[in-house]
């Protein structure tokens, strides 16, 4: 499902990502944990070309987003492809990023009906049915600032799933809330999860880590440093700065 080779971008002179190479199956959870500043936010926001890459290739369901050639020159798919090819892939923030000024429902509408094309109607049933599936059926004429944060999160993942990616991609989404409504969100996510959806999930919930995903990679400094199966990862981390991780999140 998705494909990444030898990543590397700067953000000016500083190197954030350093070589970075991650592939997903069909239907996997793949959890990045790592410190901050490591690169995990801006792998994710390269991955659904929020931010472009230096050089390295990505391709998302065999499709071609990014390469880069011997001569070491990089190209981006057209903007015509580069569209359908983002549409595989839904977003999920630490600060969910839902219009202030939209009702939950018109938040999960609007990208359906502007940007599919889709029919008022049709857009507000499959929302409906999304906000009933991330339990909030009866707060669909709400407002954003009217929802905890843990109904905010949930919102915004109805949100990214009424565009029907592919693969989800989540960026610390409980980082922001209160440790007592992470567990709704972490729900919403498992059971998305139980559904086979193929996700990658930055998260600081080892619990998550070790229970959801399949896959655990760590990064450090820009680079991947190493990926485990999940048992394996949290059983035998291979490389020393795993460990001092592991020992100061456990
Ligand atoms: P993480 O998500 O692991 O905390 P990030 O990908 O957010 O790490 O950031 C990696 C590094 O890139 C950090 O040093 C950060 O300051 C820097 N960085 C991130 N975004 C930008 C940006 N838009 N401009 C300049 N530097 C950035
Ligand atoms: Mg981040």
């Known amino acids: 499902m998705i494909e990444a080779r030898g990543l590397h971008k700067r953000f000016g002179s500083v190197p954030v990502l350093r070589g970075v190479s991650l592939e997903i199956a069909r239907g996997e959870v793949v959890a990045i944990i790592g410190p901050s500043g490591s ?15 230096d050089s390295g290739s990505i ?22 492809d580069l569209r359908g090819i983002g549409r595989k892939t839904g977003m999920v923030f630490q ?33 409906e049915a999304l906000l009933a599936k991330v339990g909030l059926k009866d707060k669909a004429g709400s407002y954003p600032a009217r929802l905890s ?3 905010k999160q949930r919102v915004a993942i109805a949100r990214a799933l009424a565009m029907e990616p592919d693969i989800m991609l989540f960026d610390e989404p409980t980082s922001a809330l ?7 969100v972490l729900r919403t ?10 996700m990658l999930v930055v998260t600081h919930e080892m619990g998550f880590a070790r229970e ?15 990926a485990q199966r999940a048992a394996d990862f949290f059983a035998h981390p291979q490389h ?8 100061h999140m456990l």
């Open 178 to 184: 209160d440790p007592e409504l992470t567990g709704e």
């Open 59 to 80: 391709a998302i369901e065999g499709e071609t987003l990014v390469s880069t050639d011997a001569a070491g020159r990089c190209s981006y798919a057209s903007e015509r």
């Open 189 to 198: 996510m498992r059971q998305l999860a139980e559904e086979r959806m193929t």
């Open 240 to 247: 020393a700065r795993t460990r001092a991780f592991l020992q």
């Open 149 to 151: 944060g843990g109904q």
């Open 212 to 226: 959801v995903a399949h896959r655990v990679v760590f990064m450090d400094q820009g680079e991947l440093i190493e």
């Open 95 to 127: 600060h969910f990023n839902l219009f202030p000024h939209l009702t939950v429902l018109e938040n999960i509408t609007l990208a359906p009906v502007d940007v599919l094309g889709l029919a008022s109607d049709v857009a507000r049933t499959r929302a």
């Open 39 to 53: 690169g995990k936010s801006t792998l994710l926001r390269c991955l659904n070309h929020l931010e472009t890459i």
